[in-house]
Every structure is written in structure tokens, then in C-alpha cells.
């Protein structure tokens, strides 16, 4: 069996294509086989099939599918149910995208080592696998996902072909592809240089120094800046004569960093920031949205600018801290949102931690944000961090733009993603310790009091619905103790279970051993996100959790700590100074004393689910009777 996704997503059996229905049927064949035999969670196939907003009935939908595929591609190819999702088995099936990535990683290694007959072979062949746009008939989610680095690709694996082209004297052949190509991609500066050097040997050198000149203009009418290195040292040469005959060593061939700008030759490009106005990346506005008023006008005191902003500006950047599920993201895109009229020259977005948790390249994330502002990075320079932080400030520069950086993991990831400009501001999520580059401005963000909570809750439950029971939803509001992620999932149980009572949902939640297993709808899960959460942190902190756990929910100060740890009391204090900061646990003072000097009077205490989390896997110790003296 042969399956493509370098065009229509399709299966043949027998050069026979199998008939597959639906852009939905054929997003789920393709994420299954993209993950080549991995498992694909159904909380992911779920954003692919239907986006942020999936229906009621997500899993039974993915399961009828999963069924009807299974029907059409048995027995040479298996679905197989693997918790948490779902896995393909192709075994001898052939897919094209992996005899792509053969070819096209061949070739370039011939490249590199001046194989050059030998690499455009291999990479032509590799283009000729292509039966137009990748991905054609997915839905848009996984579209937005996949192509711009499929189509990057395809321009990388074209390039490469026609410098293997140039090494063998074949200028002649390809100037009238190269013409066209560039005409396609006027902002392709390697491809430009390659027509120069072609229209250089068939002996037009005014017209290849007029392509020069022609792309010297383009590059700082539509994007402000001059031409990188592939057109000067080309232009150069052509200068010095020594644009000649001779096969070239030089070739790109590194790897592509995604996402990418450029498109399988056919696509129409759309160029962010310029044909189509400013950049609007910020994320869908979190709906629905309750209480955060207070901190609501903090962000907006801050970031929308005032009267004097052109002739005294100030700086504009906000750190939002606060534990996982308490509302950082929802509240900066709220935020943003409110405030983006005051931001004409657009807003930039970036998450900065991958699906899989890991913390994202900051080239990679600078690349995408330079793109939106409508430069197209070479391959080259996408791997050089200092070229690309050079660019990005000087794409910012003097604009009035709205950054949002969800998630931010520390301050060497951060720091070259931060505008330079004064007319811009500035909203960044995660730990305290990143205040060392976003400046002096935090906005810690706890747990919701009773009265938000409650609020939060009926806007995702019904407002009528849980008015009715007052009573079991304090209960609910007390059992999510105030984090927005577990109230959401609560509501959201309820609004998709109208047989449900609040009661009975309250009840399930009344088990502090099962409460946590609870909290899950979807792809929302309290759980899950706290062990994310936790994963960022050194191996020290996560370790000190359950062993400070025996401490329980009420606070407690360093004295108290020190003794189930086994350290001095400074010693101790440094360390929930750190877990404070990472938002694991909860600084405060005693009731009554506000003095910075006072003995004892700096507290600390556990949210209660993180508690629940923590308690999970506690390493007990026979320290009551002394935590009993320490009181």
C-alpha cells in the first residue's frame, strides 16, 4: 500500500486510490502517519480535527474515524487503540514523505561533498515526489501546523538542485526556471543569487547586475533592510570577475529550521506585515472570562501608552507569574486584546514550550517572529542567533508593537526575543526569576477568591444552572480552590453532562485521593499540567515537594521546613525562596505582623492541589513531634 501526503493526502492499494472522504478522515490519516508509528494522543488529534473548540462528543467522533478507516485500509495496514490515542502500523507500505526525506538528505550530503551529478539525481528526484501542495486536503488546524515547514522544504530541496545544476555548467538550462522562480519569490535571496551567476556565464552580465540591483531594492522598499551575504558575495564576484565557470563547493546545505516562509512552487505566498497589513498573531481572546479586573487594569495602566509616549517613552514590559492552571495566558491575551488598538504596526505571539514540553529554540521561535514581520531568513542565518536577534531589533525598532511571550522558560531563551524598542510593550508568562530580563515590573496572579470563582464557574456551567444549587457549587468553588483550569474543566463536565447534578459532581470531587484524576476533560487536565508545570524545574526543587509535603495545607514557616528537610533554617528559607519563585508554593506573612525583620514572621504555604499533587508520591518522615516543638 502507498500512502501521499506531498499533495492530496492519499492511500492507493494497487495504484488504486482508496476512497477516502472528508477533510477530517484525511486529517486523521495524515497526523497518524506524520508520527511515523508513534502514539498520537487523542487530545491532540482532537486540536487537529476541530481546533480550541471541539465538540461535546470528541472522543466518540474520533473513535467512529478511527473505525471507518480501519475498515477501508485492513489488513495490510493497522489502527491501533495505545493510551492515551491512537498508532498506525504500515509495516511494507511505502509513504512518500519518508522516501523524500531519503532522497532529499542524500542529495544534500552529495552536495556537501561536491557529488554533483550524483546530488541532482537525487534531489530531482526527490521534487518529482511532490504532486503539488503537501497536505492539500487537511483541515486548516493542521495545515497551520505542518505545511509552512513542508513548503520550506520543498524551496530548500529546489535550491539545492539547481546549485548542483549550476556546479555542472547547466547556467543555460535553468536561467529561464530561475527567471521564473524568482519572479514567484522576489524575497528568496539565495535564488536571485543563483540567477545572477546564471545569467553571469551565458555572458548577460548587465542583465544578472540589474537582478542584483532590482533585489537591493526590493529588500529595503518591503522589508527595510540590505541584502545578506548570498547576494553581496555574489554580486562581488561578479564584480571581480570571478563569477566563473569552475564548479561551486559552496552550498547550503544545512538543515531547515521551521516554520519557513517560502512555498512548493504553484502556491501563492502570503507575505505577513506588508500586502497583508500589520501582524495579528495574538491567540483566539479566552472565552468565557471572569474576574482578573483588578489585574486587568494593572496591564492596561501599564502597556497602553500615554499622552507624552512619543516625547518621554518608558518602558513597557510586564513579567505575569503564578502557578500552572491559574489564568497567566488567559489573562495576557485578555489583555492584549483590550489594549491592541493602541499597537498600529501590529502584534507579535509566540509560545515558547512545545507540545512535548520541552522549551522551544528561540532561533526557531525568532525566525516565525520575523516572518509575521515579513522577512524572509535565509537558510543560513537561521541558525545564527546574533544575525537574527540583529534583524528582529531592527525590524522593531521604532514600531509601536504588542509582544506576548507565553511561557517563557528562562532568561537565555527570553532575553533576544525582547523588542528593543521603547514604543513597544511587552507581556511575558512564567517564573519570577525571569524579572532579570523583563525589568522590574511582576504581576503575580494567585488563586481567584470564592466570589470570582464562582463567577468563572457559571459563565462555563450556566449561570442559571448553578444558581440553583448554591450549595454544592461552594462546594465545587472549594474543591477547585480557586484555580481557573480546574473550574473550567468543572464547568465544562457540567455543561456537557446535563444529566449531571452539581451534587453529583461535587461529591466526586469530595475525595482528595481522586480529586486530581477528576479534574481531566478533554484535553484539560489538572494532572498533567502541574507535572508539566513541575517537569521545567530542577530536579532540587521538584524533590523538596513531596518532602515538604507532611507540612500540610496550613502555612509554615522556614524554621518548620528546616526541620523536615534536615538543614539549617537559612539554608531552608533559600530553598521555598526558590519554590516561591517557580510559583510551587505560596509566600505570605503571619496575621498581624508586616515588618520585613520580625523573627518568624515570614510564612509559606501549599495550594491545596498542588498539596494533593505532591502528597501523591511523599517521602514520609518521622518528623511530627518535632514540627510540633517547631510550631
Known amino acids: ?321 503564578g502557578m500552572a492552571g491559574v489564568g497567566k495566558t488567559a489573562l495576557a491575551v485578555r489583555a492584549a486584546h483590550a489594549c491592541q488598538e493602541h499597537f498600529p504596526d501590529g502584534q507579535l505571539y509566540a509560545e515558547l514550550v512545545g507540545r512535548d514540553g520541552r522549551p522551544k529554540d528561540p532561533r526557531q521561535v525568532l525566525v516565525r517572529l520575523l516572518r509575521a514581520l515579513g522577512h524572509e531568513v535565509p537558510g543560513r542565518v537561521a541558525h545564527d542567533l546574533d544575525e537574527l536577534v540583529r534583524i528582529y531589533r531592527t525590524r522593531t525598532a521604532g514600531r509601536r508593537l504588542l509582544v506576548l511571550l507565553d511561557g517563557a522558560v528562562d532568561n537565555e531563551q527570553l532575553a533576544p526575543l525582547l523588542p528593543a524598542s521603547p514604543l513597544s510593550a511587552t507581556l511575558v508568562t512564567g517564573n519570577a526569576h525571569l524579572a532579570f530580563s523583563t525589568g522590574p515590573v511582576t504581576l503575580a496572579v494567585g488563586p481567584m477568591n470564592d466570589g470570582s470563582a464562582l463567577e468563572l464557574l457559571s459563565a462555563v456551567a450556566g449561570t442559571g444552572r448553578v444558581a440553583a444549587d448554591p450549595q454544592a457549587a461552594a462546594q465545587l468553588v472549594r474543591h477547585c480552590a480557586g484555580l481557573p483550569l480546574a473550574l473550567r474543566i468543572a464547568g465544562a463536565k457540567l455543561a456537557s453532562r446535563p444529566h449531571w447534578s452539581l451534587a453529583r459532581l461535587a461529591r466526586r470531587l469530595a475525595d482528595p485521593g481522586a480529586r486530581l484524576s477528576e479534574l481531566s476533560f478533554g484535553d484539560l487536565d489538572v494532572d498533567r499540567t502541574l507535572r508539566d508545570w513541575l517537569r521545567r524545574m530542577d530536579d532540587g526543587n521538584r524533590a523538596l515537594l513531596p518532602r515538604l509535603s507532611v507540612l500540610g495545607e496550613r502555612p509554615f514557616s522556614a524554621a518548620a521546613a528546616a526541620i523536615v528537610l534536615g538543614l539549617p533554617d537559612q539554608r531552608a528559607e533559600d530553598l521555598l525562596e526558590r519554590l516561591a519563585d517557580s510559583s510551587l508554593i505560596e509566600p505570605g506573612r503571619r496575621p498581624g505582623e508586616t515588618g520585613a525583620g520580625g523573627s518568624g514572621a515570614l510564612q509559606y504555604r501549599f495550594h491545596r492541589l498542588v498539596l494533593l499533587y505532591a502528597q501523591a508520591s511523599a517521602v514520609q518522615r518521622p518528623v511530627r513531634a518535632a514540627l510540633a516543638h517547631a510550631s
Open 1 to 321: 500500500m502507498e500512502f501521499h501526503l506531498l499533495g492530496p493526502v492519499e492511500a492507493r492499494r494497487e495504484d488504486l486510490r482508496i476512497a477516502i472522504s472528508g477533510a477530517k478522515m484525511h486529517t486523521l490519516l495524515a497526523a497518524l502517519l506524520l508520527a511515523r508509528g508513534r502514539v498520537v494522543p487523542d487530545t491532540r488529534l482532537s486540536a487537529l480535527l476541530w481546533g480550541a473548540h471541539p465538540p461535546a462528543t470528541m472522543n466518540a467522533q474520533i473513535y467512529t474515524y478511527v473505525s471507518r478507516l480501519r475498515k477501508l485500509l485492513e489488513p495490510e495496514v493497522s489502527l491501533e487503540r495505545r493510551a492515551p490515542g491512537y498508532a498506525i502500523v504500515t509495516a511494507g507500505s511505502r509513504l512518500d514523505v519518508v522516501e523524500y526525506e531519503r532522497l532529499d538528505r542524500l542529495g544534500r550530503q552529495a552536495l556537501q561533498e561536491h557529488r554533483y551529478d550524483e546530488a541532482g539525481t537525487l534531489l530531482r528526484n526527490a521534487l518529482e515526489l511532490w504532486r503539488g501542495p503537501a497536505l492539500a486536503n487537511v483541515t486548516e488546524f493542521l495545515a497551520e501546523e505542518e505545511i509552512p515547514q513542508w513548503s520550506e522544504g520543498y524551496a530548500a530541496t529546489l535550491e539545492n538542485r539547481l546549485e548542483a545544476d549550476l556546479a555542472l555548467g547547466r547556467h543555460q538550462q535553468i536561467t529561464a526556471e530561475l527567471t521564473r522562480l524568482v519572479a514567484e519569490f522576489p524575497l528568496r535571496e539565495r535564488m536571485r543569487a543563483q540567477l545572477m551567476t546564471a545569467l553571469y556565464r551565458c555572458g548577460r552580465q548587465t542583465e544578472a547586475f540589474h537582478v542584483f540591483h532590482e533585489g537591493r531594492k526590493v529588500l529595503a522598499e518591503e522589508l527595510g533592510v540590505d541584502p545578506g551575504s548570498d547576494l553581496t558575495d555574489t554580486h562581488q564576484a561578479a564584480l571581480c570577475g570571478t563569477l566563473g565557470w569552475e564548479p561551486m563547493a559552496r552550498a547550503d546545505t544545512g538543515p531547515v529550521t521551521p516554520p519557513a516562509v517560502a512555498a512548493p512552487v504553484g502556491l501563492t505566498v502570503v507575505r505577513s506585515g506588508h500586502e497583508d497589513g500589520p501582524p495579528a498573531m495574538l491567540p483566539p481572546d479566552i472565552a468565557p472570562f471572569a474576574g482578573r479586573e483588578r489585574e486587568l487594569a494593572v496591564l492596561r495602566a501599564l502597556i497602553v501608552p500615554g499622552p507624552d509616549a512619543t516625547d518621554t517613552p518608558r518602558s513597557r514590559r510586564c513579567l505575569i507569574t
